[in-house]
């Protein structure tokens, strides 16, 4: 249970393009999602928090304008990069917590997906 | 604000032996949840661990236990009978309100055969 997918898990693009990458609970509903960004050999930094149906809350120092982040419904939540650079290229990764999960590992845990390794060119 | 620190860049274990991964923390709150997470080399984060401030009993989960000492802030990991598949990235983390979590620095686990 608590599984998380993204998608893609890799994506090359050019310079000035702009980049969605999807984030989805499959077995659970996710009232609130996370998306993280990990520079190689790093730990994970926030980049914002996403509660379905209202505007995501973003970390100091995050551009909203760049970093799109929807979260529409309880299982889906996406990010968009715009106008990618070359120092946006890194490891994205999301998460997502749900109240209602039951047992051991409960509604306060944040389930990670897999992550989505950006290359800007 | 919340700190976490992990102390240990790199640990080398041999396998089956024992090994523990030390985090601390730093925080004015009372009531809160600590996390171990595993990042092996395909970079999925995995829970092993967690553990509710509330809870005076050490958790444990198979192979992993914790100490969790809430007076000294300190909260490690000890992997036994430790296994190849064990090498991995490990990662504390805090959880702050509302259910933001902060991580540390991350401890670079190595089982040698």
């Known amino acids: 249970g608590a599984v998380v997918s993204q998608h893609p898990s890799w994506v090359i693009c050019k310079s000035g393009t702009s980049v969605k990458i999807e984030c989805r609970s499959l077995?659970?509903?996710?009232?609130?999602m996370f998306w993280y960004r990990q520079f190689p050999k790093q730990s994970l930094m926030l980049m914002a928090t996403?509660?379905?149906?209202?505007?995501?809350?973003?970390e100091q120092g995050v551009e909203k304008d760049k970093f799109l982040i929807n979260h529409a419904s309880l299982t889906l939540s996406t990010l968009t990069v715009t106008s990618a650079h070359p120092e946006d290229s890194s490891f994205y990764i999301c998460?997502?917590?749900?109240?209602?999960?039951?047992?051991?590992?409960?509604?306060?845990?944040?389930?990670f997906g897999p992550g989505t390794r950006l290359t800007v060119l | 604000a919340q700190t976490v620190t992990q102390s240990q860049p790199e640990m080398s274990v041999q396998e089956a032996e024992t090994v523990t991964l030390s985090c601390t923390y730093d925080t004015s709150e009372s009531d809160y949840y600590l996390f171990w997470y595993k990042q092996p080399p395909s970079r999925q984060m995995i829970l092993v661990i967690r553990q509710e401030a509330y809870k005076q009993q050490n958790a444990t989960e198979n192979r992993f236990s914790v100490n969790f000492q809430k007076a000294a802030k300190s909260f490690s990991l000890k992997i036994s009978d430790s296994q190849l598949g064990d090498a991995a990235m490990y990662f504390c983390?805090?959880?702050?309100?509302?259910?933001?979590?902060?991580f540390g620095t991350g401890t670079l686990l190595a089982v040698q055969p």
């Open positions: 998460s997502a917590t749900d109240p209602g999960l039951a047992g051991e590992l409960t509604a306060d845990t944040q389930y």
């Open positions: 983390a805090y959880r702050s309100w509302p259910n933001k979590l902060i």
């Open positions: 996403s509660n379905e149906g209202s505007k995501a809350t973003y």
């Open positions: 077995d659970f509903q996710a009232t609130t």
